[in-house]
């Protein structure tokens, strides 16, 4: 096992080396390749994921291939620019010369995907690092075993010598870890993501961490209740629950959440029907383990709608649950079709709750009081914060998509891809003649030193030839912000 993983690392190294991968033409034509299977084994993929995750064809679409397919499509209209060198202003004391910064690609990246969207998860950020013009290994997740080896099996046909596939759960991962990578892309669990960075400190490998935690939603009674419960019981039951930026739990007044508590359930028979076990939309718990996590959880709240469960299809019923801050439910990030309606005050009481708690990944605002809106946008941090829709920032392809504190580092999404898989490199270029250096080089003299204070580091407080501090001559003057060459 670790002579295929450290060979397939050392491939993936070999044509990162050889420079090909450089080129605009090589990163444009293997974008294309992963649009050509995605729209050639789309249908193997969509059924894959059916059997994983009993998700529907058209979820399937939105959440996974569709998306994918549309973060190429917006990569390559945009990458000529993306990746043209920017120039930067050279102050006036190192003209003549030009100043620019470069993307250069940073080698060989491993990408580590989770379960819950297997193909989205694995294939958007390998496709940030093929534009950046990287070779890429990529980890999918074992706990999705049917979306792992349909990767396996085209991965190889359509990415030859770009992207490596190694399957396998965390024996394989941690030894993959022990390899010397560019940078680590993980997604999942905060436990996974503190070994995947203990391993990155050896190799002194930069990560980023795509990680997950409870996301909140606070509703007020400025909303249409009715819209709003629709928003959230799409954005909470889509993929079962198990989405991480699915909604976590709801912050409402008592009334709020007396007529949520009426609201959800009608909103969950419009989109699944009067049995959402019947309906082909709604999907399963991954698996046995999960499915009795969840069970164990419901079981300590009190349930306003759903609760129904089957363990051997691991079908769980779109729930609401009543739960206080010291629920089980409120302990954890929930991952599943379980959504507690916890009761707040007003605005300021669940701004100070989702503060006393981890940075959300995304944090969700239903209200149309514009100052409620500049109160959670300036007092609360968090990776994305949406008004009035959940989980629908990620289809914005400008917007870049991650966390902070325990909800992860780092972001991609388009650009932000290619800036998280590129190194951004400084380059100078000053001609020899003339050597307008000759003001600061040694010995110094008078002319020299009144040169270096007024137009070399005219704003640094540098040591005179007796030690002393040399001063603003008026500290009143306000410092000029802009290198006097601009
Ligand atoms: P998972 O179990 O599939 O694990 C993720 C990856 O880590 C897998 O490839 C797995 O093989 C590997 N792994 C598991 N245990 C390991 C170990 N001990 N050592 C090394 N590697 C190991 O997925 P998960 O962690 O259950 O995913 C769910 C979590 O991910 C949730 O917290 C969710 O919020 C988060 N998530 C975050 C995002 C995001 O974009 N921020 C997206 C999806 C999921």
């Given at each position: 096992m670790t002579e295929d993983i450290s060979g397939q690392v050392a491939a993936a190294r070999a044509v990162f080396n050889s420079g090909a991968t450089r080129s605009l033409a090589w990163r444009t034509e293997r974008l294309r390749a992963v649009r050509r299977m995605l729209t050639e084994r789309g249908q193997e993929f969509a059924d894959a994921l059916r059997q994983d995750l009993g998700k529907h064809p058209s979820e399937a679409w939105l959440t996974e291939i569709g998306f994918v397919t549309a973060e190429i499509s917006h990569t390559l209209r945009n990458l000529t620019r993306w990746l043209a060198p920017e120039r930067s202003a050279v102050p006036l004391a190192l003209q003549p010369a030009s100043a620019q910064i470069i993307r250069e690609p940073l080698g060989v990246v491993l990408v580590i995907a989770p379960w819950n969207y297997p193909v989205q998860l694995l294939l958007a950020p390998a496709v940030g690092a093929l534009a950046a013009g990287n070779t890429v290994v990529v980890k999918p997740s074992e706990v999705a075993p049917v979306t792992s080896a349909a990767m396996q099996r085209w991965i190889p046909q359509y990415l030859d010598s770009a992207v490596f596939v190694v399957e396998g759960g965390a024996a394989e991962t941690t030894a993959l870890l022990t390899e010397r990578f560019d940078h680590i892309f993980y997604t999942g669990n905060g436990v996974v993501g503190r070994l995947v960075m203990l391993a990155a400190a050896e190799h002194l490998t930069p990560v980023t961490l795509e990680l997950g935690g409870k996301s909140p939603v606070y509703v007020d009674d400025s909303v249409d209740l009715p819209a709003t419960a629709m928003r959230l019981a799409w954005g909470k039951y889509l993929n079962a629950g198990q989405t991480?930026?699915?909604?976590?739990y709801v912050l409402g007044s008592a009334a709020v959440l007396v007529e949520l508590a009426r609201l959800l359930p009608l909103a969950i028979s419009a989109l699944y029907?009067?049995?959402?076990?019947?309906?082909?939309?709604y999907g399963r718990i991954v698996n046995d383990r999960h499915f009795q996590r969840l069970v164990g959880l419901l079981d300590t709240a009190d349930v306003i709608t759903g609760g129904e469960r089957d363990a051997d299809s691991r079908y769980l019923a779109p729930t609401v649950v009543c739960a206080g801050a010291?629920?089980?439910?409120?302990?954890?990030?929930?991952?599943?079709?379980v959504l507690p309606l916890v009761e707040t005050s007003d605005a300021d009481e669940a701004i100070r709750f989702i503060n006393e708690r981890d940075k959300p990944l995304s944090l969700y605002v239903f209200t149309e009081r514009a100052e409620i809106k500049v109160r959670f946008t300036e007092q609360t941090s968090s990776g994305a914060l949406c008004f009035?829709?959940?989980?629908?920032?990620?289809?914005?392809?400008g917007l870049p998509f991650g966390g902070i504190g325990a909800s992860g580092m780092g972001g991609y999404h388009g650009r932000f891809s290619v800036d998280t898989f590129s190194h951004r490199k400084a380059v100078l270029d000053k001609p020899l003649?003339?050597?307008?250096m000759r003001l600061v080089?040694?010995?110094?003299?008078a002319l020299k030193n009144l040169a270096i204070r007024k137009?070399?580091?005219?704003?640094a407080a540098v040591c005179g030839p007796a030690g002393a501090k040399f001063r603003r001559a008026d500290p009143r003057k306000p410092r000029p912000e802009r290198s006097a060459s601009r």
């Amino acid at each position: 096992m670790t002579e295929d993983i450290s060979g397939q690392v050392a491939a993936a190294r070999a044509v990162f080396n050889s420079g090909a991968t450089r080129s605009l033409a090589w990163r444009t034509e293997r974008l294309r390749a992963v649009r050509r299977m995605l729209t050639e084994r789309g249908q193997e993929f969509a059924d894959a994921l059916r059997q994983d995750l009993g998700k529907h064809p058209s979820e399937a679409w939105l959440t996974e291939i569709g998306f994918v397919t549309a973060e190429i499509s917006h990569t390559l209209r945009n990458l000529t620019r993306w990746l043209a060198p920017e120039r930067s202003a050279v102050p006036l004391a190192l003209q003549p010369a030009s100043a620019q910064i470069i993307r250069e690609p940073l080698g060989v990246v491993l990408v580590i995907a989770p379960w819950n969207y297997p193909v989205q998860l694995l294939l958007a950020p390998a496709v940030g690092a093929l534009a950046a013009g990287n070779t890429v290994v990529v980890k999918p997740s074992e706990v999705a075993p049917v979306t792992s080896a349909a990767m396996q099996r085209w991965i190889p046909q359509y990415l030859d010598s770009a992207v490596f596939v190694v399957e396998g759960g965390a024996a394989e991962t941690t030894a993959l870890l022990t390899e010397r990578f560019d940078h680590i892309f993980y997604t999942g669990n905060g436990v996974v993501g503190r070994l995947v960075m203990l391993a990155a400190a050896e190799h002194l490998t930069p990560v980023t961490l795509e990680l997950g935690g409870k996301s909140p939603v606070y509703v007020d009674d400025s909303v249409d209740l009715p819209a709003t419960a629709m928003r959230l019981a799409w954005g909470k039951y889509l993929n079962a629950g198990q989405t991480c930026v699915a909604p976590d739990y709801v912050l409402g007044s008592a009334a709020v959440l007396v007529e949520l508590a009426r609201l959800l359930p009608l909103a969950i028979s419009a989109l699944y029907g009067a049995n959402p076990r019947r309906s082909t939309e709604y999907g399963r718990i991954v698996n046995d383990r999960h499915f009795q996590r969840l069970v164990g959880l419901l079981d300590t709240a009190d349930v306003i709608t759903g609760g129904e469960r089957d363990a051997d299809s691991r079908y769980l019923a779109p729930t609401v649950v009543c739960a206080g801050a010291a629920s089980p439910l409120m302990q954890e990030e929930i991952f599943g079709p379980v959504l507690p309606l916890v009761e707040t005050s007003d605005a300021d009481e669940a701004i100070r709750f989702i503060n006393e708690r981890d940075k959300p990944l995304s944090l969700y605002v239903f209200t149309e009081r514009a100052e409620i809106k500049v109160r959670f946008t300036e007092q609360t941090s968090s990776g994305a914060l949406c008004f009035g829709i959940p989980a629908a920032h990620l289809l914005v392809p400008g917007l870049p998509f991650g966390g902070i504190g325990a909800s992860g580092m780092g972001g991609y999404h388009g650009r932000f891809s290619v800036d998280t898989f590129s190194h951004r490199k400084a380059v100078l270029d000053k001609p020899l003649k003339p050597d307008t250096m000759r003001l600061v080089y040694p010995p110094f003299n008078a002319l020299k030193n009144l040169a270096i204070r007024k137009v070399v580091a005219p704003n640094a407080a540098v040591c005179g030839p007796a030690g002393a501090k040399f001063r603003r001559a008026d500290p009143r003057k306000p410092r000029p912000e802009r290198s006097a060459s601009r």
